[in-house]
């Protein structure tokens, strides 16, 4: 009977043996094999998207194509991979396909502000301002910390000379942003745009202070102090621009510099950096007529009259040679001989395009003043 028990229950037990083996594994084992498939496929997707990217670095766009697919058919979720290969295409100019890329990245990922950011820049190759500017804004507002996104946006509203709105755009962000050097260069083109030279010269200033090697920092803000009559600080930063600038003591930064030394009432030490330049450069027609400005207000006749026509010969289609010979004349007494200098200054200033009415007020606004001013200065 013992014997018949034993054997029964071995007939019973492997019956259940052989149904535990064939019910396959469980729900949880699944899913545990199925992570760990998906972590498989996410550590090998990540070192392919490195040599994506490192190809796609070094210009090899075709080869980084490849990559990136194979990546994104192993994780086809994670929003970078389509982020880069969308650069691809955009670098080999294939901007329909690059936006599709984009938007399924933002589709994967909705508030991924790279990928907003990057549709931008195809909205912008398109000319589609409206539409780029709507994705740099939405890149701002995803994510709040990159000064690139708002400075992307504010830039397309001054290309397309919507210069308030930009203005609108970037001040709220200042305080974020205050030790930005690109958001005050910004703001200081805003400025300038906006005539208001002002707050150019500030932002300008501050961007310097933040950030030296900022290119074109220097430059603008010369500009901008000249604009607004800062003289004194317009000529401390033009030398300063001399000694740290690339270029150097250039023609330009000196006709700058002369000109704020004219402005601050010290017409001879202008008139010195002026013939510098006529020295250097003798068929500079701005350097004799920046020459002829200054000898004017100094009295010296003999100088202007020399400078005058210099500049005659050099750019006979200008007027202001023809005001200045004309002013001499009228000096000397010889009323029909500067009326004739006059007169074709006039034509001069008409064909070139320029409104001549404002010769008639320099003749009788100077004459008599500088008259006074070179019989001061005779002996």
């Not at 200054?294 to 289609?317: C, E, K």
């Given at each position: 009977?013992?014997?018949?028990?034993?054997?029964?229950?071995?007939?019973?037990?492997?019956?259940?043996?052989?149904?535990?083996?064939?019910?396959?594994?469980?729900?949880?084992?699944?899913?545990?094999?199925?992570?760990?498939t998906d972590r498989m496929h996410r550590a090998t997707s990540i070192i392919v998207y490195d040599q994506a990217r490192q190809s796609f670095?070094?210009?090899?766009?075709?080869?980084?194509?490849?990559?990136?697919?194979?990546?994104?058919?192993?994780?086809?979720?994670?929003?970078?991979?389509?982020?880069?290969?969308?650069?691809?295409?955009?670098?080999?100019?294939?901007?329909?396909?690059?936006?599709?890329?984009?938007?399924?990245?933002?589709?994967?990922?909705?508030?991924?502000?790279?990928?907003?950011?990057?549709?931008?820049?195809?909205?912008?190759?398109?000319?589609?301002?409206?539409?780029?500017?709507?994705?740099?804004?939405?890149?701002?507002?995803?994510?709040?910390?990159?000064?690139?996104?708002?400075?992307?946006?504010?830039?397309?509203?001054?290309?397309?000379?919507?210069?308030?709105?930009?203005?609108?755009?970037?001040?709220?962000?200042?305080?974020?942003?205050?030790?930005?050097?690109?958001?005050?260069?910004?703001?200081?083109?805003?400025?300038?745009?906006?005539?208001?030279?002002?707050?150019?010269?500030?932002?300008?200033?501050?961007?310097?202070?933040?950030?030296?090697?900022?290119?074109?920092?220097?430059?603008?803000?010369?500009?901008?102090?000249?604009?607004?009559?800062?003289?004194?600080?317009?000529?401390?930063?033009?030398?300063?621009?001399?000694?740290?600038?690339?270029?150097?003591?250039?023609?330009?930064?000196?006709?700058?510099?002369?000109?704020?030394?004219?402005?601050?009432?010290?017409?001879?030490?202008?008139?010195?950096?002026?013939?510098?330049?006529?020295?250097d450069h003798p068929a500079d027609p701005q350097a004799w007529l920046d020459v002829a400005t200054v000898a004017w207000d100094l009295g010296?006749?003999?100088?202007?009259?020399?400078?005058?026509?210099?500049?005659?010969?050099?750019?006979?289609?200008?007027?202001?040679?023809?005001?200045?010979?004309?002013?001499?004349?009228?000096?000397?007494?010889?009323?029909?001989?500067?009326?004739?200098?006059?007169?074709?200054?006039?034509?001069?200033?008409?064909?070139?395009?320029?409104?001549?009415?404002?010769?008639?007020?320099?003749?009788?606004?100077?004459?008599?003043?500088?008259?006074?001013?070179?019989?001061?200065?005779?002996?």
């Amino acid at each position: 009977m013992r014997k018949l028990t034993l054997l029964s229950s071995l007939i019973v037990s492997v019956p259940l043996v052989l149904l535990t083996a064939c019910a396959g594994p469980t729900k949880a084992g699944k899913d545990a094999r199925a992570a760990a498939t998906d972590r498989m496929h996410r550590a090998t997707s990540i070192i392919v998207y490195d040599q994506a990217r490192q190809s796609f670095e070094s210009g090899q766009f075709d080869k980084a194509l490849k990559e990136i697919d194979e990546a994104i058919y192993r994780t086809p979720l994670e929003p970078r991979y389509w982020v880069m290969r969308g650069r691809i295409h955009l670098e080999k100019g294939r901007l329909e396909q690059s936006l599709a890329d984009f938007n399924k990245a933002i589709e994967v990922n909705p508030n991924y502000a790279e990928a907003m950011y990057c549709a931008g820049i195809v909205h912008e190759r398109w000319s589609a301002d409206d539409k780029a500017i709507a994705s740099y804004s939405a890149a701002a507002a995803a994510d709040p910390t990159k000064v690139a996104y708002v400075l992307a946006a504010a830039e397309v509203l001054i290309a397309s000379e919507r210069y308030e709105e930009a203005r609108m755009m970037l001040e709220p962000k200042l305080s974020y942003f205050e030790n930005s050097a690109p958001m005050h260069q910004l703001l200081g083109q805003v400025a300038m745009l906006r005539d208001d030279a002002t707050t150019a010269a500030v932002h300008y200033n501050r961007a310097i202070l933040i950030d030296p090697s900022q290119p074109m920092v220097l430059e603008n803000l010369v500009r901008a102090l000249f604009e607004s009559g800062q003289w004194s600080e317009c000529l401390q930063s033009v030398r300063r621009l001399q000694r740290e600038g690339k270029g150097g003591r250039t023609t330009e930064l000196q006709r700058m510099e002369g000109r704020c030394l004219a402005m601050m009432g010290r017409s001879g030490e202008a008139r010195v950096v002026f013939s510098e330049i006529t020295r250097d450069h003798p068929a500079d027609p701005q350097a004799w007529l920046d020459v002829a400005t200054v000898a004017w207000d100094l009295g010296d006749v003999p100088r202007v009259q020399t400078a005058a026509s210099r500049l005659l010969r050099i750019a006979p289609d200008r007027y202001e040679s023809y005001v200045f010979l004309g002013l001499i004349e009228e000096f000397k007494g010889n009323d029909a001989a500067a009326n004739e200098w006059f007169q074709k200054a006039i034509k001069a200033a008409r064909a070139s395009g320029d409104d001549p009415e404002f010769l008639l007020s320099l003749r009788n606004d100077h004459a008599g003043e500088q008259k006074s001013a070179a019989a001061r200065e005779q002996p």
